[in-house]
């Protein structure tokens, strides 16, 4: 099974790719994470890659495209793929197309996690975490025990990530707007959209997900 998860940065979608990634033994290719993979290692891809990027470029769709070819290909059959990041325009949902067909593979499903942007903005920015352990915590939602003090480690240091401010959210969710609105009609149109809400739960979420995938 193959499949598109989209949402907005703060939506859930990491946390959901990884239990399906635990559950069902899908492989979850990040293009973002990928592309890095492949500089590191040095791989023909990889390469060229860092010759676009090092000269201040945008690495294009053929490059993109490449680098999941040849994760498909490392990959067997029965392992289904979960595609983060990737198609962002018509002309890549096509190509994806072609690197699924020419592999006998198929696109199942397309499922967005929906979200409230003002609830969005007060789960993201009131996150925040312990700096000697990692521990997460929430100004609303998960307070320590024990006011500035870890639960886990006793620590009293805790940080936030300097990006969670409401400007920098809700310029993520206009930037997830303008990159998802082209391709969001061409998967309808094949009747491959779901949505669940991504405000949910994270159990009633990844149920949702599951309910979708096994229909």
Do not use: W
């Amino acid at each position: 099974m193959n499949i598109i998860l989209l949402g907005p940065p703060g939506a859930g979608k990491g946390t959901q790719a990884s239990k399906l990634v635990a559950d069902r033994g899908m492989v979850q290719l990040s293009t973002g994470d990928m592309l890095r993979a492949a500089v590191k290692a040095g791989t023909p891809i990889g390469l060229k890659a860092k010759a676009v990027m090092d000269a201040g470029e945008l690495v294009s769709d053929e490059i993109v495209s490449g680098l999941i070819g040849e994760k498909l290909d490392s990959m067997a059959p029965s392992e289904g793929a979960i595609f983060d990041g990737y198609p962002r325009t018509e002309a890549q949902a096509r190509s994806l197309d072609e690197i699924l067909a020419s592999r006998g593979r198929s696109l199942d499903h397309v499922i967005e996690l929906e979200v409230d942007e003002d609830a969005l903005v007060e789960r993201i920015t009131g996150r925040y975490t312990c700096a000697n352990c990692g521990e997460g915590y929430h100004d609303s939602f998960k307070q320590p025990k024990v006011a500035g003090i870890c639960d886990r480690c006793g620590s009293t240091e805790f940080k936030r990530r300097p990006d969670d401010n409401e400007e920098t959210v809700r310029t993520r969710m206009a930037e997830y707007r303008a990159k998802t609105a082209p391709i969001l009609p061409v998967y309808e149109a094949r009747g491959l959209v779901q949505r669940v809400d991504g405000m949910a739960d994270m159990d009633l979420v990844s149920a949702a997900i599951a309910k979708i995938l096994d229909s």
